[in-house]
């Protein structure tokens, strides 16, 4: 069974020059990428280096947001 992914809430989330470092990561080209966050490709390399940099995102806003907190209190 294939879980839906909402691709635009994705790319939403990307920051700028996001697509090219991903492409850069994965080690194909911008195309492959756009592509992907379109929903119309497949390559599982492609799809984890998308989710592990979204991840690594993530955690660097959280971490960044948690160190601002800790200074203002």
């Known amino acids: ?4 992914v909402d691709f635009k809430k ?6 700028h ?6 492409a850069k990561r994965a080690g194909v080209s911008l195309n492959m990428i756009h592509s992907a966050l379109k929903g119309k490709c497949d390559n599982v ?3 984890n280096v998308i989710a592990d940099y979204l991840s690594e995102l993530k ?3 959280s971490a960044a947001l948690n160190r601002i907190s800790s200074l203002i209190d």
């Open 10 to 15: 994705i790319k939403d989330q990307l920051p």
């Open 59 to 61: 955690e660097a806003k």
């Open 1 to 4: 069974m294939e879980t839906k």
């Open 45 to 47: 390399d492609v799809l």
């Open 17 to 22: 020059g996001a697509q090219t470092e991903i």
